[in-house]
């Protein structure tokens, strides 16, 4: 499910358009899995990883039968802040998932460099 052995940091889930009704509902459940994943990723056996690698393929199909797709997308990163007292930038990585229409997924998607209002 999470290739290359990759720790994610954060995740961050939207639309690349407006979704109608269903393909919303079947892509929350793909955000809310995934990021319920990741809260258990680091204790979770081999075994329960494939299990969810299935359960995550089903969340999948039903958004594809609504003509959308998961498009992901990989952003390692350093994030700084002024108000650290250690001024040392703290590796990170965040993984983005998007929706988009099935006939048309992305090729490139654009992310803010800086997150609005953070601080970061």
């Given at each position: 499910?999470?290739?290359g ?51 995550l ?53 654009v ?10």
């Amino acid at each position: 499910m999470f290739t290359g052995g990759h720790s994610y940091h954060a995740m961050t889930a939207a639309g690349l358009v407006e979704l109608p009704k269903d393909a919303q509902d079947a892509f929350a459940s793909i955000a809310d899995f995934a990021r319920d994943c990741m809260d258990v990723a680091d204790v979770a056996s081999n075994r329960d990883m494939l299990d969810y690698g299935d359960q995550l393929d089903e969340f999948i199909n039903a958004l594809q039968s609504t003509g959308y797709c998961v498009a992901a997308a990989v952003r390692h990163t350093n994030l700084t802040s002024d108000s650290w007292a250690e001024k040392k930038p703290l590796p990170w990585t965040i993984l983005y998932l998007f929706a988009a229409p099935l006939a048309q997924p992305p090729s490139k998607i654009v992310i803010p460099r800086k997150l609005a209002g953070t601080g970061f």
